[in-house]
């Protein structure tokens, strides 16, 4: 089966601190990776090349559909892979329903079909205005506005910073959801908890520093000596669980 992304020997940097030194890795349909590492490791940078946008020092090759990122005009791009940021600047205090409106790209529709405003609690915010959310709901927003953009590629940083426990499994389980409805479609994602990852994710992708990195099925991630080695510290299992010692 064709990747929808590959990493082919993919160096990153910020100045002379190299963030990943020759990543070579597959992201299929069906997947839900999760990037993992300490603050500052890298994975804005690498969420940032991976849909194509400047980082400050990179070499290697990203491949989309077996196609170099380079060689995809910026219209086809978009139907192809969306990118959420940590924390969306607004320029404009726009409501939601008109930037859900403004953000679809497919023209068939694809991206209205591909999102329920309800799974993502922010249907009652139709006529909100941006600035005016809190902190949670303008992150589902963003969730939203990436899956409405009707690119099988989502790329989104740290999607659960600003959600409180409810909503951290109702991100959890519209992921799932979002990624088994149609066919063909990956979610890359970032996340700092755990507990978290481990419902989210099918996959993990970890940054340990100094440019190594470590990938596989969740299960095969996080157990106790890996954890241990990408953040630090001691980790013990609770119920299912894994939590900083």
Same mark, same amino acid.
């Given at each position: 089966m064709s990747a929808l992304?590959? @990493? !082919?020997?993919?160096d990153? *940097?910020?100045?002379? !601190? &190299?963030? /990943?030194?020759?990543?070579? %890795? !597959?992201?299929h349909a069906g997947e839900r990776w999760c990037l993992i590492g300490r603050n500052a490791v890298g994975k804005s940078s690498l969420l940032r090349a991976l849909a194509g946008l400047p980082v400050a020092g990179r070499a290697g090759e990203v491949i989309w559909l077996q196609r170099d990122q380079g060689d995809w005009p910026a219209a086809e791009a978009a139907c192809f892979r969306a990118w959420m940021p940590q924390q969306p600047a607004d320029r404009f205090a726009l409501p939601v329903h008109r930037?859900?409106?403004?953000?679809?790209? &497919?023209?068939?529709?694809?991206g209205q079909q591909g999102i329920d405003l309800a799974q993502l609690d922010i249907a009652e915010l139709g006529d909100r205005v941006l600035t005016r959310l809190s902190g949670g709901e303008r992150q589902r927003v963003a969730i939203a506005q990436a899956a409405v953009q009707g690119a099988p590629l989502l790329l989104l940083d740290e999607p659960i910073a600003f959600q409180d426990p409810a909503h951290q499994g109702l991100v959890a389980r519209w992921a799932a959801d979002w990624v088994t409805r149609r066919p063909g479609r990956a979610l890359v994602m970032?996340?700092?908890?755990?507990? %978290?990852?481990?419902?989210?994710? @099918?996959? /993990?992708?970890?940054?340990?520093?100094?440019?190594? *990195? !470590?990938a596989g099925p969740v299960a095969e991630v996080l157990q106790s000596e890996p954890l241990r080695e990408i953040f630090n510290c001691e980790w013990v299992s609770a119920a299912g669980s894994w939590l900083p010692a």
């Amino acid at each position: 089966m064709s990747a929808l992304i590959e @990493t !082919r020997k993919l160096d990153l *940097w910020a100045g002379e !601190r &190299q963030l /990943v030194r020759e990543l070579s %890795w !597959r992201v299929h349909a069906g997947e839900r990776w999760c990037l993992i590492g300490r603050n500052a490791v890298g994975k804005s940078s690498l969420l940032r090349a991976l849909a194509g946008l400047p980082v400050a020092g990179r070499a290697g090759e990203v491949i989309w559909l077996q196609r170099d990122q380079g060689d995809w005009p910026a219209a086809e791009a978009a139907c192809f892979r969306a990118w959420m940021p940590q924390q969306p600047a607004d320029r404009f205090a726009l409501p939601v329903h008109r930037l859900l409106d403004l953000s679809v790209v &497919q023209p068939d529709g694809a991206g209205q079909q591909g999102i329920d405003l309800a799974q993502l609690d922010i249907a009652e915010l139709g006529d909100r205005v941006l600035t005016r959310l809190s902190g949670g709901e303008r992150q589902r927003v963003a969730i939203a506005q990436a899956a409405v953009q009707g690119a099988p590629l989502l790329l989104l940083d740290e999607p659960i910073a600003f959600q409180d426990p409810a909503h951290q499994g109702l991100v959890a389980r519209w992921a799932a959801d979002w990624v088994t409805r149609r066919p063909g479609r990956a979610l890359v994602m970032s996340s700092h908890d755990m507990h %978290w990852v481990a419902r989210a994710a @099918t996959h /993990v992708l970890a940054l340990l520093g100094e440019g190594r *990195w !470590r990938a596989g099925p969740v299960a095969e991630v996080l157990q106790s000596e890996p954890l241990r080695e990408i953040f630090n510290c001691e980790w013990v299992s609770a119920a299912g669980s894994w939590l900083p010692a």
